[in-house]
């Protein structure tokens, strides 16, 4: 298939850990997949790398400073729309004390944290559902390893 005619995204988001390792979730308030669960994050600004994006969209949509340790890239392609995009993932550990209400309204409804459990009855956007199986094997797999 010739992809020179298709658009390249990138995105930043962040896999949050409560001290109960339950990863935190927002539901999206508009646009595509809204009123869908989703990871915190969103696209670079020009010339911001990754990293710095994800912590200044964590801090825009939540309100939470917090020190983001890179996990991973995530590719996908979506030929219909002729999108190709690379998403950064970054995991970082916050309280769940943290949340205190300082939630960017216009970008998500509500947060919650949620249990490698529960999530397989949630409606996820994007392919979020797909990177926490894997993050959470990973995690899995590292911890039998020590």
Same mark, same amino acid.
């Given at each position: ?10 995105? =930043?988001? =962040?896999?949050?850990?409560?001290? %109960? ?7 999206? #308030? ?9 990871? @915190? ?9 990754? &990293? =710095? =994006? ?24 979506? &030929? ?7 998403? #950064? ?8 004390? %943290?949340? %205190? ?7 998500? #409804? ?9 999530? #397989? ?7 979020? &559902? &797909? ?8 995690? @899995? ?6």
């Amino acid at each position: 298939m010739n992809h020179d005619n298709f658009i390249f995204k990138k995105g =930043a988001r =962040a896999i949050l850990l409560d001290e %109960q390792g339950r990863v935190l979730l927002g539901k999206r #308030a508009k646009g595509i997949e809204s009123g869908k669960w989703c990871l @915190i994050g969103g696209k670079p600004e020009e010339g911001e790398t990754t &990293k =710095a =994006a994800v912590i200044r969209e964590v801090k825009e949509e939540i309100s939470i400073d917090f020190e983001p340790i890179f996990y991973r890239n995530f590719k996908g392609i979506d &030929k219909n729309k002729k999108v190709k995009w690379t998403s #950064a993932y970054f995991i970082g550990h916050i309280n769940s004390h %943290q949340l %205190q209400g300082n939630l960017n309204l216009a970008e998500l #409804a509500e947060v919650r944290f949620f249990s490698k459990e529960e999530l #397989a009855n949630l409606e996820i956007a994007f392919d979020h &559902k &797909k990177v926490l199986k894997k993050f959470f094997r990973d995690l @899995i797999s590292t911890r039998n390893k020590t």
